[in-house]
């Protein structure tokens, strides 16, 4: 009898000492979220997977928005007496004037149809050869531009300014027989036309002319960046592309990814480290 009770006060006051495991989990949660915040270095093949495969969800889902022609017609008004109030509607000015210069004209088409592209893959390649340490919070912040981006195509359908009625605006692309845009001529039916709001050309252009000016050390390159997006603000009103204000849209949604790179990285990609430690290395350090 007595030894059975020395036996259950025995059960009932040992208690397991505390694992290591228990004590550890918080900190290693921590050193956890750490890693995945830290400039890493890049992977070609998942970023080409990965590059390939937003573009191709960007162009879908952009291109899967409903046509909505009366309420894109109807936004195009609101903005065009929006900018007369503002005394900033000059864009038919603008159209009317470099349409008059054949070769400008075209050149432009031809730049609004390519240089969109070409450039902004050619920065990230540069991004991941030079600055593999920056490339990651570089990239987040234009995914993440052109994510918020498909969100106003979806709740702002707008009309550019070539398809409206009667205020005598030149699409530039079917005039002169040019490919200069997606969403004119016979590839009309390629792309959404009323997916002008917020414009993806100056998000990405300043993107790319940011990330030059902030990271190239030669003088003309940094320069070069800042005149980029700024051409490209041209081009978009010259080829009745886009108003003004769309512009002002790209900027928004350009400043939105700025701001989730650095709530993520704790820094703008210019701050961060410019040269990691690959993933073989890392671990033989280790």
Known sequence: ????????????TAAPP?????????????????????????????????????????????????????AALRNADWIWQA????HIAVEHTVNQAVNSVTWLIVGMNY???????????????????????????ARLSLFATTAVALLGYYLYPLAPP???DGLGFVDTVVVHHTWGSM??????????QYAAMPSMHIGWSTWCGVTIAMLARPL?????????PVTTLVVIVSTANHFWLDAVGGLLCLSFGFAL???????????????????????DAG
């Not at 920065?123 to 490339?135: A, E, I």
């Not at 961060?272 to 290395?281: D, E, S």
Request: net charge positive; charged share 25%.
């Open 83 to 86: 900018e007369q109030s503002l």
């Open 261 to 283: 790179s650095y709530a993520w990285y704790g820094a703008l990609p210019c701050r961060l480290t410019r040269q990691v430690a690959a993933r073989g290395a890392r671990r």
């Open 162 to 164: 070539r398809l409206m």
């Open 183 to 192: 969403a004119s001529g016979n590839l009309a039916d390629m792309s959404n």
């Open 111 to 137: 730049y609004y149809a390519t240089l969109h592209f070409v450039l902004t893959i050619g920065v990230l390649v540069w991004l991941y050869r030079w600055h593999p340490g920056r490339y990651a919070a």
């Open 1 to 12: 009898m007595g030894e059975a009770t020395v036996r259950t006060l025995e059960d009932r």
């Open 18 to 70: 505390p694992t290591e495991e228990r004590v550890d989990r918080p900190s290693q949660d921590r050193a956890g979220l750490r890693k995945l915040r830290s400039p890493r270095h890049p992977r070609l093949w998942f970023e080409v997977l990965l590059i390939a495969v937003s573009y191709w969800t960007y162009s879908l889902v952009r291109n899967a928005v409903p046509e909505q022609r009366a």
């Open 220 to 228: 003309w390159a940094r320069v070069l960046g800042v005149l980029y």
